[in-house]
């Protein structure tokens, strides 16, 4: 985690402030890293960046269920 500290963490735009659900990013060589932003200090999620895109299509064309 130490590692990560140094990257420049946003707020998701679709993040809801009004009931704490809220998520951060972070862009870095090769990867995207995630986390909580009520727990900065917890676990990251890293995965590559096509995987990240991937990812990213899937939830936008709601392919992921639900």
């Not at 985690?1 to 963490?9: E, I, K, N, S, T």
């Not at 998701?12 to 060589?29: L, Y």
């Not at 995965?47 to 269920?65: C, E, Q, W, Y």
């Amino acid at each position: 985690m130490d590692g990560l500290r140094h990257l420049a963490w946003r707020k998701s735009a679709r993040s809801s402030g009004e009931n704490g659900n809220c998520v951060e990013v972070a862009r870095a060589p090769g990867f995207c890293a995630l986390r909580d932003s009520k727990n900065p200090g917890g676990g990251v999620l890293s995965i590559g960046r096509r995987s990240a895109g991937a990812f990213l299509a899937a939830i936008k064309a709601d392919r992921l269920g639900g």
